[in-house]
């Protein structure tokens, strides 16, 4: 299995610099239709970062000059501050998650975002990126849709970077290194070469997206990439180096709920029985003094995929 993984790492891992932009909208051209690009980006109260990814990538990828981004939509998945505003302000589409399959009434999470924002994409070639990022770089968007248009025998491309903690250039990905690298190298050591398996930016070819289920909370990354895996096998699965990912860290409690969540996705995967108690007991200190146990619930929903929905299902064969 090691040979298996540093083979794939020669073949499949690249950095965004080994494709300049001219030579990915030459590909882009080249590829006609199947060359399309939707860039979504899932957002929470993220007003204060928004406006300067969507600004970024308008002024970068999609102006006449280089038209590498044909479509770039925000979904917003209930904010109570500015973030639809601002982001359509900076000239993104802006649209509200419960407006998108009405029939089916949302659940919270990052996962059911990304889900429903296949209903209001149109780009073969679809790029998912976190909306709280920080100094944003266009790479994150051109470096992992680039080498879907120069390998079309790939389906998936993640993100790879150094992952800031507060001021420090690294020390971030806390969950990653916990819990999910031990998980894959365990029980997927296919995925063993993946620096980010949890980040939020990666493109992947529509085709193999619509054909995934998605967990709707925190786990869709780690649920991703696992059932790409048995989908399309390892080497349709590459990675890029962009650099530095700056965002804004969560506190312990929150990144003990996402560790929760992409346990119990893993755990769907395995050949084991269900989870005997899906929640999560955390402690909290009182002001009278001594800790208080608050429950919460772990994500344990998965939507479909999406060529099952016959909404999806009408709207492409048109």
């Known amino acids: 299995m090691l040979d298996e993984v540093g083979h794939w790492l020669e073949r499949r891992s690249w950095s965004a610099v080994d494709r300049p932009l001219p030579r990915l909208l030459a590909a882009k051209r080249a590829a006609g239709p199947a060359g399309s690009v939707s860039v979504v980006l899932p957002a929470l109260n993220e007003e204060a970062t928004v406006g300067e990814i969507v600004a970024t990538i308008r002024r ?33 589409k802006v649209v509200h998650r419960d ?21 209001v994409t149109s780009g073969e ?52 290194e916990l819990v999910a690298r031990p998980l894959l190298n365990l029980y997927w050591p296919q995925l063993a070469g993946f620096v980010q398996p949890l980040g939020g930016e990666y493109a992947a070819r529509r085709s193999l997206l619509e054909r995934l289920r998605f967990p709707v909370g925190y786990g869709v990354e780690l649920g991703l990439l696992v059932d790409a895996l048995h989908t399309v096998g390892l080497d349709a699965l590459g990675q890029v180096d962009v650099g530095v990912r700056k965002h804004r860290n969560q506190d312990g409690l929150a990144l003990g709920r996402m560790a929760a969540a992409i346990h119990r996705t893993a ?52």
Not at 155 to 162: I, L, P, Q, S, T
Not at 278 to 283: A, W
Request: glycine share 8%; proline share 11%.
């Open 267 to 318: 755990h769907a995967r395995l050949p084991r029985g269900p989870l005997v108690r899906p929640e999560l007991i955390q402690f909290e200190r009182t002001p009278q003094g001594g800790f208080r146990p608050c429950t919460h619930p772990v994500d344990t929903e998965e939507r479909p995929p999406m060529c099952t929905v016959p909404e999806y299902a009408h709207r492409h064969a048109a």
């Open 60 to 92: 970068e990828l999609m102006t006449e000059a280089m038209p590498l981004v044909d479509e770039l939509v925000v979904v917003d998945s209930g904010s109570t501050d500015r973030t639809s505003a601002v982001a359509a302000a900076a000239g993104a």
């Open 125 to 176: 070639i679809v790029c998912f990126v976190d909306a709280d990022l920080r100094d944003f770089d266009p790479s994150f968007v051109s470096g992992t849709v680039g080498p879907l248009l120069t390998e079309p025998d790939l389906a998936m491309v993640k993100a790879m970077y150094d992952r800031a903690l507060g001021d420090k250039p690294v020390g971030g990905g806390r969950v990653t």
């Open 99 to 119: 407006e998108i399959l009405p029939r089916l009434p949302a659940l919270p999470g990052k996962g059911e975002v990304l889900w429903r924002s296949l209903l």
